[in-house]
């Protein structure tokens, strides 16, 4: 007996790319399945047979999404770069992004903010991301030798959601001081 060929599921992944375009651009809490569905150009009854409902399609934009978000910030570990230089390659690669004219804020921030149930199926997948970039932060740290390099992670979050929020509220993108503002950070660790 031959294997099933597994082929991907078109319709699902455009109801998820359609989803997470409206949710990212328009918020979660306003974008209804009737709205995703005719802009998939699907029935709802198509959603609702490759997602139980719109918790599930929510979890699924952010863990789709998210990975995609994770790597545009983070630069590969194994490059030779220096700790101090990947560090601020996030803020740079932020403000860039932030020039963009499709530049939401953090899709995990505004999820988290428009998901008031704490027993959300997205609230575990925000954490978890915001966890990741700390971790990151905290490894880069580690190997610049900081003697603090879990606060100096949770001060470089800080800064990163900071200039997430400054650049939405404001409709502008995160300035160049964000950069002044790490390597401070930095050289005080140093």
């Known amino acids: 007996m031959g294997s099933k060929e597994t082929r991907p599921d078109t319709v699902r992944e455009r109801i998820l790319k359609t989803a997470g375009e409206l ?3 328009e918020g979660i809490n306003t974008t209804g399945v ?5 802009a998939a150009g699907v029935s ?15 979890a699924a ?3 789709v999404t998210g990975g995609a978000a994770m790597d545009r910030y983070l630069p590969p570990e194994d ?27 953090c899709l995990f921030l505004n999820a988290t903010a428009e998901l008031s149930d704490l ?3 997205a609230r575990p997948i925000t954490l978890e991301y915001k966890l990741r970039l700390h971790a990151f932060f905290a490894r880069q740290a580690t190997l610049m030798n900081a003697p603090a390099p879990e606060s100096l992670a949770d ?17 502008t993108a995160v300035p160049e001081s964000i950069l002044t503002a790490a390597r401070v950070l930095l050289d005080a660790q140093t």
């Open 23 to 25: 949710f990212y651009t």
């Open 61 to 63: 934009y952010l863990t």
């Open 34 to 38: 009737d709205r995703i569905s005719e």
């Open 79 to 105: 490059d030779g770069t220096a700790p101090r230089d990947r560090i601020l390659s996030v803020f740079a690669t932020l403000r860039a992004h932030s020039t963009e004219p499709d530049f939401r804020g």
């Open 155 to 171: 001060q470089l979050i800080m800064l990163f959601d900071g200039g997430m929020s400054y650049a939405l509220v404001r409709t």
């Open 44 to 58: 709802k009854r198509t959603l609702y047979q490759r997602f139980t409902g719109k918790d599930e399609l929510v």
């Open 119 to 121: 027993h959300h199926p």
